[in-house]
């Protein structure tokens, strides 16, 4: 598994390309806007499993790639289809 570091590097990257603000993306994995933002900044060390998987399936990626970057590197129209439907599935 990759540094905290890296993995926070590929959620803001991602997100970056979803365009989507971190509050938001937040929302959409239901985690705190300031537990985004640690992860994002490589504070926490330790991202649980349930909340990398949640942020992988937000963010239209496996969770190989979010957090040990093995694979190709999504493109930006599927990262922003999965945020489409993220959305989606959080206003039924």
């Avoid at 590097?9 to 938001?24: F, H, N, Y």
């Avoid at 349930?50 to 942020?55: E, F, T």
């Amino acid at each position: 598994m990759a540094s905290p570091t890296e993995i926070g590097l590929r959620i803001a990257k991602l997100r970056t390309m979803a365009g989507v603000s971190s509050r938001e993306l937040s929302g959409l994995v239901g985690l705190s806007h300031s537990a985004l933002w640690q992860l994002e900044s490589g504070v926490i060390s330790d991202t649980r499993t349930s909340v990398a998987r949640s942020i992988a399936e937000v963010l239209g990626v496996t969770l190989d790639w979010l957090l040990a970057g093995e694979g190709d590197e999504p493109e930006a129209t599927v990262v922003q289809e999965a945020i489409v439907r993220a959305r989606a599935k959080g206003a039924a």
